[in-house]
């Protein structure tokens, strides 16, 4: 057994023992259901846990994650996580949280093949091609790649808007709330993009399911 896989059986026994410690009942509780108010769809990268991010506690965020925080229609994984947590689990908001710094957005920034990963970029890709204009006309590189993992995560929001699992919801009265943040791992603080969605209103009616 090696060093790294039994400290993490050891660290897990310390984690038990510490929330006993403070409640006795707190595995108890958790094991009774969930009723988290938000879904973080994020990066996969290890850099970024959702729940110490914001301080959150086990039961109050519910997690899909891919590489680039990506929100693609056809994804039957993600597909299936968002419907859950809308019609299931009732969250009020959903949060699509990219990070400065992301391997697959600055993988689709370029032409290196890495392996299958390459058809999941395509999507990055397309992004980029959608705004070519706008990051070409940045000349400074890491101020490109940064303005392009932002413009990622407003598409996918856009992207998430756009499902009719969350259009369902939005015409049946539901509430919810769609955000885009960006995570910077050198600092740690959360970005708001200014990216929020309560309606259908806001994307082009050529998006605006009819039910």
Not at 13 to 20: A, G
Not at 24 to 38: H, T
Not at 159 to 165: F, M, Q
Not at 174 to 192: A, P
Request: aromatic fraction near 10%; include cysteine; hydrophobic fraction near 40%.
């Amino acid at each position: 057994m090696s060093d790294f896989y039994k400290k993490i059986l050891d660290n897990n026994k310390k984690w038990v023992e510490n929330k006993l410690s403070v409640n006795p009942n707190y595995f108890k509780n958790l094991a009774d259901g969930q009723q988290p108010p938000l879904l973080w769809i994020g990066c996969s990268d290890s850099r970024v846990p959702a729940n110490e991010i914001i301080g959150a506690e086990p039961g109050e965020v519910f997690v899909h994650r891919n590489i680039a925080n990506m929100v693609v229609h056809s994804d039957m994984n993600m597909l299936s996580v968002l419907d859950y947590a809308v019609n299931a689990l009732k969250v009020k908001h959903v949060i699509v949280c990219g990070h400065y710094g992301c391997g697959g957005v600055k993988a689709a920034m370029g032409n290196n093949s890495i392996g299958i990963i390459d058809n999941w970029i395509r999507h990055i890709k397309d992004v980029y091609r959608f705004h070519q204009q706008e990051l070409d006309n940045i000349e400074n590189e890491n101020e490109r790649f940064n303005k392009f993992v932002e413009i990622n995560v407003k598409e996918q929001v856009m992207d998430l808007a756009k499902t009719s699992i969350v259009q369902n919801a939005w015409k049946n009265g539901q509430e919810l709330s769609l955000h885009g943040w960006v995570y910077g791992l050198n600092d740690g603080y959360v970005t708001d993009l200014g990216v929020n969605f309560s309606c259908d209103k806001d994307l082009d009616d050529v998006y605006q399911l009819k039910f």
